[in-house]
Antibody
Framework: QLQLQESGPGLVKPLETLSLTCTVSGDSVGTTDYYWGWIRQSPGRGLEWIGSVFYTGSPYYNPSLKSRVTVSLDMSKRQFSLELKSVTAADTAVYFC???????????????WGQGSLVTVSS | QAALTQPASVSESPGQSITISCTATSNDIFYIDYVSWYQQHLGNAPRLIFHNIGKRPSGVSYRFSASKSGNTASLLISDLQAEDEADYYCSSYTRSGTLVFGGGTKLTV
C-alpha cells in the first residue's frame, strides 16, 4: 500500500522559507510512471495546487506562486520536496503531498495523498 | 473569480439524490477529459472519487456518478447516506498546463 508522509516545521516566520518534504513508502519514487505534487488548503478554505514534479525532475508550477516555489525530487531518498520563499500569513495552510495515478500524460488526478501538514506563518 | 465555480453548500435528506455542479469560467479551463472529483471528510485528506470525467476508482460506491456537458461538470450522488456528508471538490487540468480546483461544496445529509 502506497503511503505518503509530509514532514517539516509547523511554524515559519514571515519572509522566511517554508520547506516541506514528502516521503513515499510502499512504492519507488524512481519509477517512470508517476507525477508527484503539492496542494495546500488554507484554514476553512478550498484546495490550491502549488506545483508538481515528474519522475525526470521536471517541475510544473502554479503561475500565481511560481516566483516563490521550488518543487524537487530526490529519488535516492524516495522523497520530494517543496520550498516556498518569502512567506506571509496568507501562506498559512495545511500542505498536502500527493501522487498521481500511474502512466498519466499529465498530473490531472492525484490518487494518493499524505495526511497533510499544518504550517503556520507567524513571528 | 475562481476558475471553477461550485455551489458553496447543498443539503438533502438521506435516501434522496443530489447533484453538485462545477462550472468553468472560461473555455480553456476544461481540457479534453481532465476533470476529477475529490471527497474530503472533516480533518482528512481529499480522496479521489472520479477522474477523466466519469471514471470511478475501485472502492468508490456506485451511488456516485459524474459527467460533463459543455462548461459544466456534475457529480451525482444517489441514495444519500450519512457518510456522504463531506466537502466535494472538482478539479481540472487546463490547456495551459496547470491544475485548478473548484472552491468546494459542503454537502449536508
Amino acid at each position: 500500500q502506497l503511503q505518503l508522509q509530509e514532514s517539516g516545521p509547523g511554524l515559519v516566520k514571515p519572509l522566511e522559507t517554508l520547506s516541506l518534504t514528502c516521503t513515499v513508502s510502499g512504492d519507488s519514487v524512481g519509477t517512470t510512471d508517476y507525477y508527484w505534487g503539492w496542494i495546500r488548503q488554507s484554514p476553512g478554505r478550498g484546495l490550491e495546487w502549488i506545483g508538481s514534479v515528474f519522475y525526470t525532475g521536471s517541475p510544473y508550477y502554479n503561475p500565481s506562486l511560481k516566483s516563490r516555489v521550488t518543487v524537487s525530487l530526490d529519488m535516492s531518498k524516495r522523497q520530494f520536496s517543496l520550498e516556498l520563499k518569502s512567506v506571509t500569513a496568507a501562506d498559512t495552510a495545511v500542505y498536502f503531498c500527493a501522487q498521481t495515478g500511474r502512466g498519466l500524460l499529465h498530473f490531472d488526478w492525484f490518487a494518493y495523498w499524505g495526511q497533510g501538514s499544518l504550517v503556520t506563518v507567524s513571528s | 473569480q475562481a476558475a471553477l465555480t461550485q455551489p458553496a453548500s447543498v443539503s438533502e435528506s438521506p435516501g434522496q439524490s443530489i447533484t453538485i455542479s462545477c462550472t468553468a469560467t472560461s473555455n480553456d479551463i476544461f481540457y479534453i477529459d481532465y476533470v476529477s472529483w475529490y471527497q474530503q471528510h472533516l480533518g482528512n485528506a481529499p480522496r479521489l472519487i472520479f477522474h477523466n470525467i466519469g471514471k470511478r476508482p475501485s472502492g468508490v460506491s456506485y451511488r456516485f456518478s459524474a459527467s460533463k456537458s459543455g462548461n459544466t461538470a456534475s457529480l451525482l450522488i444517489s441514495d444519500l447516506q450519512a457518510e456522504d456528508e463531506a466537502d466535494y471538490y472538482c478539479s481540472s487540468y487546463t490547456r495551459s498546463g496547470t491544475l485548478v480546483f473548484g472552491g468546494g461544496t459542503k454537502l449536508t445529509v
